[in-house]
């Protein structure tokens, strides 16, 4: 069976796009894969944090993980910071890790642009990435297009670090998820749905409530055309909540086309705000049983117990690679 290993941020709250894209298809991965779940609570410190918002995130993180379906009995979910193993394998990977090619990253470009003080941690946290994923003897890693460079990365390092020392690590393999992956802006259709985006109407959360979900679709930019049809170039507004609906529905987007065929935009977006809300209640449902419930810690505590117990083992083997610590003599 592969190991299959998953960090997601506690910044902001998670996005349909982000279910549809990723945690949708991570229910299914764990019915025959090895799977860890991880809330990277100490990737979100690479910049300023307010520390009772971050504590309201991570719980609220590894709880929408529960509630749309990851079963704690098949997958192992826990928290980053309670897994010490981490930074310290995060400490010997930037040992060998090079300057430029952590200056190279994009995001660190991007985020440290036009900035007089960046932390160090945000140049320095693609180590720390990696020593998450190779920690399991992770076989493959479901990303998107923007941490592609982080898993190659992540890949080099592994490999740098085998012919240096030992074959210790597994070399993962990136896995980019080929449907759904992609919901677009609700304002700017030609970009994607972001839960980091200024414009709250551009987003569909998770979390949101059915009137907030319809207000929200049915401002949603289109055109002045009036017909339901999927093209992405001329007609990107219509193709997102056309792309939206299937994902939802599980209904192919050319039924979809001949069902509002006839209809125009406002009868379409209420259809499409319908099968939204219809999708997210149960998980919503969950997500409320759970979130303050003492079943969700003792589901996190499990998870960093069982993760705790494999990336020792790993940690312990790469100290000893690099010649860390005693050998203990014989009495």
Partial sequence: ????????QPSGSLTLGNYLGALKHFVDLQEDHNCYFCIVDEHAITVPQDR??????IRSLAALHLAVGIDPNKSTIFIQSE?????????????ISYIGELERMTQFKDKSSGKSAVSSALLTYPPLMASD??????????????????????????????????DIFTIPEIRIPKVGARIMSLQEPTKKMSKSDENQKASIFILDDPKKIEKK?????????????????????VSNLLTIHASCTGESIEALERK??????????????DAVIALLEPIQNRY???????????????????????????????????GLGRVKKKR
């Fill in 1 to 8: 069976m592969q190991t299959i290993f998953s960090g997601i």
């Fill in 52 to 57: 009772l918002k971050l504590r309201e995130n």
């Fill in 83 to 95: 897994v010490s193993a981490h930074t310290q394998l995060g400490w010997i990977m930037q040992t």
């Fill in 133 to 166: 994923i190779l920690l399991y003897n992770t076989d493959i890693v479901p990303v998107g297009d923007d941490q592609k460079q982080h898993l190659e990365l992540t890949r080099n390092l592994a490999q740098r670090f085998n012919q240096k020392y030992n």
């Fill in 217 to 237: 679709i049915k401002s949603a930019v289109t055109d002045s055309e009036g017909i339901v049809k999927f093209d992405k170039e001329n007609k990107p507004g």
């Fill in 260 to 273: 509002f065929a006839n209809t125009g935009y406002g009868v379409f977006k209420q259809a499409t705000a």
């Fill in 288 to 322: 409320h049983e759970l979130i303050q419930s003492s079943e969700l810690d003792e589901i996190l505590d499990h998870g960093a117990e069982k993760a705790a117990f494999t990336a020792n083992k790993t940690l312990a083997k790469a100290k000893k690679a690099m």
